[in-house]
């Protein structure tokens, strides 16, 4: 199962935050105000426990992006869903079950090059999430099922490409959720498109 260091993710994340502003002399100028609304979505990996027990899935949502200069502030809501891996084969067990994951995100970001069109980011933010959990092991009708919300905690960064009104971005984050027990890791690999309203 593919897996990818969440600590290591965040910590980029937070020293991008820390060091490159504080290195990075020169501002983007003029400073100016862009305001966007847009759709995200993507694959989400699954990390830890989980990922022996669920496949990797998908997630969607929708965002709004408020950015002042080279800072900016980004609200995420998003669905994510896996799934269980039927193994049924000749008699063997035959498992269904899903695992769904529902909240939002409030992250800072900041844009680390002054480019006009092309712009990598980092991006670290905290939200809550609704984890909720269903496992059926068909042969012996065993069914268990949980549901709790969470705090997490979400970091990485990417690109957006603007032109005019219409803009785009790819990003990879790493997103811990803090369910009780094991905590619920995964690495979200998103795309999306945004649509300036200012």
């Known amino acids: 199962?593919?897996?990818?260091?969440g600590f290591l993710v965040v910590l980029i994340a937070s020293v991008l935050f820390l060091v490159v502003?504080?290195?990075?002399?020169?501002?983007?100028?003029?400073?100016?105000?862009?305001?966007?609304?847009?759709?995200?979505g993507g694959t989400?990996?699954?990390?830890?426990?989980?990922?022996?027990v669920f496949n990797n899935g998908y997630h969607l949502g929708g965002l709004a992006w408020v950015s002042f200069g080279q800072f900016g502030v980004r609200g995420d809501a998003t669905y994510h869903k896996m799934k269980?891996?039927?193994?049924?084969?000749?008699?063997a067990t035959k498992a269904s079950g899903d695992l769904k994951l529902?909240?939002?995100?409030?992250?800072?970001t900041y844009f680390l090059l002054p480019t006009p069109i092309i712009k990598p980011y980092a991006i670290?933010?905290?939200?809550?999430?609704?984890?909720k959990s269903r496992f059926t092991d068909t042969p012996?009708?065993?069914?268990?099922?949980?549901?709790?919300?969470?705090?997490?905690?979400?970091?990485?960064?990417?690109?957006?490409?603007?032109?005019?009104k219409v803009?785009?971005?790819?990003?990879?984050?790493?997103?811990?959720?803090?369910?009780?027990g094991q905590a619920t890791k995964s690495v979200l690999v998103s795309g999306g498109l945004l649509f300036a309203l200012l």
């Open 21 to 40: 502003p504080a290195t990075y002399a020169q501002p983007m100028s003029p400073i100016s105000m862009n305001i966007s609304v847009g759709a995200i």
């Open 140 to 164: 012996n009708t065993d069914y268990t099922e949980s549901s709790s919300t969470n705090f997490a905690i979400a970091g990485g960064g990417g690109a957006k490409l603007q032109a005019g």
């Open 44 to 52: 989400t990996i699954l990390q830890g426990d989980a990922s022996n």
């Open 84 to 91: 269980v891996p039927s193994t049924g084969a000749l008699g």
């Open 124 to 131: 670290l933010g905290v939200g809550s999430f609704k984890v």
């Open 102 to 108: 529902t909240g939002f995100l409030v992250s800072g």
């Open 1 to 5: 199962m593919f897996r990818i260091s």
């Open 167 to 180: 803009g785009a971005f790819l990003e990879v984050r790493y997103l811990r959720i803090s369910t009780s």
